[in-house]
T-cell receptor, first 117, second 109 residues
Framework: GAVVSQHPSWVICKSGTSVKIECRSL??????MFWYRQFPKQSLMLMATSNEGSKATYEQGVEKDKFLINHASLTLSTLTVTSAHPEDSSFYIC?????????????FGEGSRLTVL | GQNIDQPTEMTATEGAIVQINCTYQ??????LFWYQQHAGEAPTFLSY??LDGLEEKGRFSSFLSRSKGYSYLLLKELQMKDSASYLC??????????WGAGTKLIIKP
């Protein structure tokens, strides 16, 4: 199956700093990638849809100035958590769909666990 | 509105069979997915149903009834490694996934 790589897997940062998470589709092109957040024992919550070459679409309640998304190429999307605070500590997961295969399946990155001190 | 319901938690015995149900209400339905998620890991794809009926894949099978807005995931010959959360998700007309809260499956020896 298609591979999505997410980096870093773990990150610990101080409150007030910014953290960048990368999501790469390794063997396919993804015009659209999805960013999710998952708090312990809860389901995935879609934060935003990242579109290559255009602005991301954010879900209601997600601050676009706090969670900056850049989808600069067909294989890379980045999520930057700006001025992170302890309440931003969570598991962030990206996913992408192989538009050529068009099976509907979403391929997930490994996830990035963010801890803000 | 759009809604997904699945049980919060289920317990089963190693070697047995368990069925996890999912009901959905989705505008412009485009298919039903099941994902497995172990604690602290990303979800992994199990199945995708867009037509009515049963799809079998080894020990796992998934069923869909579009008229009833209902799906189930059937796990046979349960193994301890099957202990995980199972997420049901429906795809809407915009190809967006609407996620259920997940069913935590506990397997006992």
């Amino acid at each position: 199956g298609a591979v999505v790589s997410q980096h870093p897997s773990w990150v610990i940062c101080k409150s007030g700093t910014s953290v960048k998470i990368e999501c790469r589709s390794l063997d396919f092109q993804a015009t659209t990638m999805f960013w999710y957040r998952q708090f312990p024992k809860q389901s995935l919550m879609l934060m935003a849809t990242s579109n290559e070459g255009s602005k991301a679409t954010y879900e209601q309640g997600v601050e676009k100035d706090k969670f900056l998304i850049n989808h600069a190429s067909l294989t890379l999307s980045t999520l930057t958590v700006t001025s992170a605070h302890p309440e931003d500590s969570s598991f962030y997961i990206c996913s992408a769909r192989d538009i050529l295969r068009d099976t509907g399946e979403l391929f997930f990155g490994e996830g990035s666990r963010l801890t803000v001190l | 509105g759009q809604n997904i319901d699945q049980p919060t938690e289920m317990t089963a015995t190693e070697g047995a069979i368990v069925q996890i149900n999912c009901t959905y209400q989705t505008s412009g339905f485009n298919g039903l997915f099941w994902y497995q998620q172990h604690a602290g890991e990303a979800p992994t794809f199990l199945s995708y149903n867009v037509l009515d009926g049963l799809e079998e894949k080894g020990r796992f099978s998934s069923f869909l009834s579009r008229s009833k807005g209902y799906s189930y995931l059937l796990l046979k010959e349960l193994q301890m490694k099957d202990s995980a959360s199972y997420l049901c998700a429906s795809m809407d007309s915009n190809y967006q996934l609407i996620w259920g809260a997940g069913t935590k499956l506990i397997i006992k020896p």
